[in-house]
């Protein structure tokens, strides 16, 4: 109840011990303390304590590196496609990774559809996620263009940017 004081939560024992139970949250021994744990996400249900940031970076990065074939950018979007049956599988690791500047992410089986909030945090998404898989724009095996936008667009639209 602490850290959720100091985090700005107000939050009464009766409630938090209740939503701990509606969470299935347990406790689990970590070193020499007893701390609460929720149930792993997919098949493994053991109740863990979260993991660390470094331990979610080193998670995403592994990821990219194995499933992330193209970031593509338009506007506020950034399109990431995978091999078939990979994007759940990414989009997790990036949602996890809670990266400053997602809105959501959308996955179907080999695209994720990231929405950020704005054309200039989509290019940092992309160059970031293409860092972390080991490829950077200026990579000569991977090309980065830019279409040609309307007289109208400002020049921080980069409608249709392609990063690969």
Same mark, same amino acid.
């Given at each position: 109840? =602490? &850290?959720?004081?100091?985090?700005?939560?107000?939050? !009464?024992?009766? +409630?938090?011990?209740?939503?701990? /139970?509606?969470?299935?949250?347990?406790?689990?021994? =970590?070193?020499?303390?007893?701390?609460? !744990?929720? @149930?792993?996400?997919?098949?493994?249900?053991? %109740?863990? /304590?979260?993991?660390?940031?470094?331990? /979610?970076?080193?998670?995403?990065?592994?990821?990219?590196?194995?499933?992330?074939?193209?970031?593509?950018?338009? %506007?506020?979007? /950034?399109?990431?496609?995978? @091999?078939?049956?990979? %994007?759940?599988?990414?989009?997790?690791? &990036?949602?996890?990774?809670? =990266?400053?500047?997602?809105?959501?992410?959308?996955?179907?089986?080999?695209?994720?559809?990231?929405? +950020?909030?704005?054309?200039?945090?989509?290019? !940092?998404?992309?160059?970031?996620?293409?860092?972390?898989?080991?490829?950077?724009?200026?990579? @000569?095996? #991977?090309?980065? #263009?830019?279409?040609?936008?309307?007289?109208?667009?400002?020049?921080?639209?980069?409608?249709?940017?392609? &990063?690969?």
């Amino acid at each position: 109840m =602490e &850290i959720l004081s100091r985090d700005g939560f107000a939050v !009464a024992q009766a +409630t938090l011990s209740r939503d701990l /139970v509606e969470l299935g949250a347990v406790k689990v021994r =970590e070193g020499k303390t007893l701390v609460y !744990a929720v @149930p792993g996400q997919g098949g493994d249900r053991t %109740a863990r /304590v979260a993991p660390g940031l470094e331990e /979610v970076s080193s998670r995403l990065r592994r990821q990219c590196e194995e499933l992330l074939v193209t970031a593509r950018v338009s %506007a506020n979007f /950034v399109v990431v496609r995978t @091999p078939p049956g990979a %994007a759940n599988y990414l989009a997790s690791a &990036i949602d996890h990774a809670d =990266e400053t500047g997602i809105l959501g992410t959308i996955a179907g089986d080999d695209t994720i559809l990231i929405i +950020t909030g704005g054309a200039r945090r989509s290019r !940092a998404l992309a160059n970031r996620l293409l860092a972390l898989a080991g490829r950077d724009r200026t990579d @000569p095996s #991977h090309r980065a #263009h830019r279409l040609k936008a309307p007289a109208s667009r400002h020049s921080d639209d980069d409608i249709n940017k392609e &990063i690969q």
